[in-house]
């Protein structure tokens, strides 16, 4: 789940100077979740700029942004009036937004800001949450992320910043991250191992390493070259 | 004798503390130095405190030593990377600076600065054994350096922290990682610092604690809703409320806390923040 928003509305009045026509884009995935993207926000955005003397030359919304083909595929069948357009207002994730970059030679613009979730949460529900570091450290954290939980990334233990078990940086939602990690390494008997003196990370690792990097579409392109 | 002599030699050791100016005009800044000078062994300038950007601390450094005054180099890990905190290291050396407290730094949200990107690269146990690495002659990547510089680190420890016990086993990775000495965030509760002290001479690394001067209620009862690992006790609060010279009181407190303390540990580290011309005061009345 990526969450997003929606950008105020002279920001992206602001895209738009200077062009008259323009062709809006939804997602029903994580955008139409969090009603910045679904079809009933394309329709208000529509409805927004059509009053504020935008043309708007058509719109679709496609599930899944973030799935190439697909968004491939789906703005074939509105070509005409895309092409008719001077841009694409993009309502959707970062990623979304990238993806129809990458599959048209229009302009887009996006309509949303991809809120940080302080490191991805994957499907799950709760606070914990994964940078992607490519060097996990939660075997002497108790499974407590210090790179999420601690606002200094600190991995060597708690700085002298927490008051009553919160952290100097939004003390109202964020704990000491470095309290949990301790707390839970006591729980379970592991103490030890908050004395180990844990290197400086290698943050090299937190690309995506070569494998990654080469997509789907990249391979299916490779193919298609040899052809 | 510099600050590595005199906690060598066990003489009671007295430090204290200066902010560099916002901007380029250095004349208070050093006014303020000045007034210290002969009463103190060494002079902590800091780095961009509070994270509210400022002149930084090494020039502040260069600027103190140029006056005879010895310097402690603070260094944060707040706002540079592996590269620029080695290398700023290197600079302080060939600058003629020995002291360098290594410390992780207030967050940006709370400066001056909110949108800055948070560096954090390494922490503060990994300055301090990046330091010890290049006085062997390395970097952090075990790369041979062109000469090797020559440091007296220092760490910070907040004895009031609750629970104790990850601030204790931090120390003492800092020790390991080459801390000659702690100065201490602020404190108010001798009964709380003796109990520290009992866990934190294990290490055999000279403690300085920190004395901050209050100079009202309000900025008592500030602290404790702010400040972390800062308790001033009721009492000491309502001393200030009732007294008419709060200013006087503040030093008396100062001075009380820090005859208390000094036999339990071997200095006092006294951060006067913009009050420095007190300092000496806070001396003459502890006897120091």
């Known amino acids: 789940m990526i969450v997003s928003e929606l950008k105020p509305m002279e920001e992206i009045v602001g895209y738009l100077e200077g062009e008259s026509k323009v062709f809006l884009v939804g997602c029903n995935g994580c955008a139409e979740a969090c009603q910045t993207g679904g079809s009933k926000q394309v329709i208000e955005m529509k409805q927004k700029l059509e009053e504020l003397g935008k043309k708007v030359t058509g719109y679709c919304v496609v599930d899944f942004l973030c799935n190439k083909i697909l968004v491939r595929v789906k703005l074939l069948s509105y070509q005409d009036a895309i092409l008719n357009a001077d841009s694409l207002l993009i309502m959707t994730c970062g990623i979304g937004t990238q993806a129809v970059a990458n599959a048209i030679h229009k302009p887009v613009h996006p309509a949303c800001n991809t809120i940080n979730l302080g490191g991805s949460r994957g499907e799950w529900p709760g606070s914990e949450r994964c940078l992607e570091c490519g060097d996990c450290v939660l075997d ?3 499974g407590i992320c210090p790179l999420t939980v601690c606002a200094k990334y600190l991995i060597n233990g708690p700085c002298g910043g927490a008051k009553e078990g919160r952290c100097e940086v939004e003390p109202d939602v964020r704990p000491c991250g470095w309290q949990l990690i301790y707390e839970r390494l006591k729980a379970v008997d592991r103490l030890d191992v908050m004395r180990k003196m844990v290197p400086p990370k290698n943050y090299s690792k937190m690309s995506p390493p070569k494998y990654i990097r080469s997509t789907i579409m990249w391979d299916v392109e490779q193919e298609e070259a040899k052809v | 004798m510099n600050l590595r ?12 503390e200066v902010g560099p100016p916002k901007g380029i005009d250095t004349r208070d800044f050093l006014e303020k130095a000045d007034l210290l000078k002969d009463r103190v062994c060494a002079v902590n300038v800091t780095d961009q405190q509070s994270a509210v950007m400022r002149l930084g601390s090494l020039a502040g450094c260069v600027l103190l030593r140029e006056r005879g005054i010895e310097p402690v180099f603070q260094m944060t890990c707040r706002d540079r990377n592996r590269i620029a905190l080695q290398s700023d290291l290197l600079n302080a050396s060939v600058l003629g600076i020995e002291n360098v407290l290594c410390i992780t730094g207030d967050h940006m949200a709370l400066g001056d600065h909110p949108q800055a990107k948070p560096v954090f690269d390494i922490d503060s146990v990994s300055l301090l054994q990046a330091a010890r690495e290049m006085e062997h002659g390395q970097d952090m990547n075990g790369i041979e350096l062109q000469g090797s510089p020559h440091f007296f680190l220092g760490a910070s420890v ?11 086993i931090k120390m003492e990775k800092k020790v ?3 801390a000659q000495f702690f100065q201490t965030q602020a404190v108010y509760e001798p009964d709380k610092f003796e109990e520290f002290m009992q866990e934190a001479k294990k290490f055999g690394v000279p403690v300085l604690v920190g004395i901050v001067l209050v100079k ?4 008592a009862r500030y602290m404790n809703k702010n400040v972390a690992g800062v308790h001033v006790p009721d009492d000491l609060i309502e001393g200030l409320e009732k007294a008419e010279n709060k200013l006087q009181k503040g030093i008396e407190i100062a001075a009380r806390l820090i005859k208390e303390m000094r036999d339990m540990c ?7 923040i913009g009050l420095e011309s007190q300092v000496p005061a806070i001396l003459d009345a502890a006897g120091l």
């Open chain 2, 266 to 272: 071997q200095g006092v580290h006294i951060m006067a």
């Open chain 2, 176 to 178: 390991k990682a080459g």
């Open chain 2, 216 to 219: 009202s209620a309000g900025m």
């Open chain 2, 158 to 168: 907040t004895p009031g922290a609750d629970p104790l016990e990850p601030q204790l």
């Open chain 1, 140 to 142: 002497y954290t108790g």
């Open chain 2, 5 to 16: 002599e005199t906690l060598k030699s066990g003489k009671f050791t007295v430090t204290a």
